[in-house]
C-alpha cells in the first residue's frame, strides 16, 4: 500500500487523489490554500493531516512515501526539490516547470537524491494512445513518416482558462503550449520516438483584445445588454450559468466558485475574473500556436493548437509508407493504400 501527500486540492489533485485512494492508496495530508476546499478533500478522503500551506506540510516529519504535486505551474520547481530533499518520491503534474533552468534543477535534485519522479504526461497511457501505438508496430500503414497534430482547445474553455483563468499571464503561470499541449508534444514523440533536429514555432495571441471589443459591451458579462451578450460565444452567462441550469455541478463551475451554488456563481461573476469581458486586455497568452518539428532521420511532424475552436477529442493523422492514420481520441481509421480502409 501507497501513502499519499498531496500538494494542492484543486480539480487535478482531487482527480489524482480519487484514482489513488481507488487503487488502494491511503492519502495521508493534503496541503490547499482555500479552506473550503481543504474541507472537502478531508472529508472525501478521511485525510488526517492538512495544512493550509505546503511549506507547512514539509516542517514536519515525513508523512508519506509519495508527493502528489498539483499545485500552479509557478510553484512546480521549488515544492518538487524540497520534497525530494526530504525523502518523498513524486507524482509531478505537467509541466515539470516554466523554464528550462528549473527544470534542470528538479532533474539534479532527482539524481541527487534518488528518488523516483514520474512527470503526468497522461496522454501516452489511454488505451486510444496504446493502441494506435500497437498499430503502428504491427505495420498497419508502413513506416510512419509525418504527423499532424490539432489540439482543439475549445473556444469557451480557452476563455475560461487562458483569458479569465490562472493561465492567461505567462509571468503568473506558463507560456500557452506549455500549460496546454506539453502532453501533446510527449505524444507525439510517443508516437513517433526519435531525435529532433529543428524546431520551429509561430502563433501568439490575435482574437482576445481590447480592439476585438464588441461596441456596447459591458466590462462584466452580467452587466452587458442583452443584445450585445446574446451574440458572444464567450459570454460568462452562457459558459457558467446556463451550465448550471441544466445540471451541471463539477469543472469547470467548481473553478468559477465553491461550493457550487447558484448564489456563489452570481456572486463570483459578479466580482472574480470569470464574470469579465474577454476583451478588457488582462491576458497575454497566445490564443493560437503551430508547431513544426524535423527529426535527424527526416521524418516531420506538426502539432496546431487552436483556442478559437469547437471542442472536441484531438485530431491526429499518420502517414506512412504504406497507408495513413487517422485518430480522434474515439476511433482509429486505417487506410492501407492496397487493402483499403478499416475501422
Known amino acids: 500500500m501507497v501513502d499519499l501527500l498531496i500538494l494542492g486540492a484543486g480539480s487535478r489533485g482531487f482527480v489524482f487523489a480519487e484514482h489513488a485512494h481507488a487503487l488502494g492508496a491511503r492519502i ?7 479552506p473550503e476546499r481543504l474541507e472537502a478533500f478531508r472529508q472525501a478522503f478521511r485525510v488526517e493531516h492538512a495544512f493550509r500551506d505546503w511549506r507547512e506540510a514539509l516542517e514536519k516529519p515525513q508523512l508519506a512515501q509519495a508527493a502528489v504535486v498539483a499545485l500552479p505551474d509557478r510553484l512546480h520547481k521549488e515544492a518538487a526539490v524540497a520534497l525530494m530533499e526530504k ?27 534518488g528518488r523516483m519522479v514520474a512527470v503526468a504526461h497522461v496522454l501516452r497511457y489511454t488505451p486510444y494512445a496504446q493502441a494506435l501505438k500497437r498499430l503502428l508496430r504491427e505495420g498497419a500503414i508502413g513506416e510512419p513518416v509525418s504527423v499532424q497534430h490539432l489540439e482543439p482547445v475549445g473556444h469557451w474553455h480557452y476563455a475560461h482558462s487562458f483569458v479569465r483563468g490562472n ?41 482576445f483584445r481590447p480592439e476585438g471589443r464588441p461596441k456596447g459591451a459591458a466590462d462584466r458579462c452580467l452587466l452587458c445588454p442583452e443584445a450585445v451578450e446574446r451574440a458572444c460565444p464567450f459570454s460568462a452567462r452562457r459558459i457558467y450559468l446556463e451550465a448550471y441550469q441544466r445540471g451541471e455541478r463539477g469543472w469547470p463551475l467548481d473553478v468559477v466558485a465553491y461550493p457550487v451554488t447558484w448564489e456563489n456563481l452570481n456572486r463570483a461573476l459578479a466580482e472574480g475574473p470569470y464574470g469579465e469581458c474577454v476583451y478588457l486586455g488582462r491576458n497575454d497568452v497566445a490564443d493560437h500556436q503551430v508547431v513544426v518539428l524535423e527529426y535527424e532521420d527526416g521524418k516531420t511532424a506538426s502539432l496546431h493548437v487552436e483556442g478559437l475552436s469547437r471542442m472536441r477529442f484531438r485530431e491526429t493523422r499518420i502517414f506512412g509508407t504504406e497507408g495513413e492514420l487517422f485518430g480522434d481520441g474515439r476511433y482509429l481509421r486505417v487506410y492501407h493504400f492496397v487493402r483499403g480502409e478499416r475501422v
Do not use: C, N
Not at 495521508?28 to 482555500?34: F, I, K, N
Not at 493561465?167 to 506549455?178: I, T
Not at 502532453?183 to 529532433?196: A, I, K, Q, R
Open 167 to 207: 493561465w492567461r499571464k505567462e509571468a503568473e503561470s506558463s507560456p500557452f503550449l506549455l500549460a496546454k499541449s506539453v502532453h501533446d508534444l510527449d505524444w507525439l514523440l510517443f508516437v513517433m520516438p526519435g531525435e529532433v533536429k529543428r524546431v520551429a514555432s509561430f502563433g501568439g495571441l490575435y482574437h
Open 28 to 34: 495521508l495530508g493534503v496541503a490547499d490554500p482555500r
Open 87 to 113: 525523502g518523498y518520491h513524486l507524482l509531478l503534474e505537467k509541466p515539470i516547470a516554466p523554464t528550462w533552468e528549473e527544470v534542470q534543477e528538479v532533474a539534479q535534485a532527482k539524481a541527487r537524491t
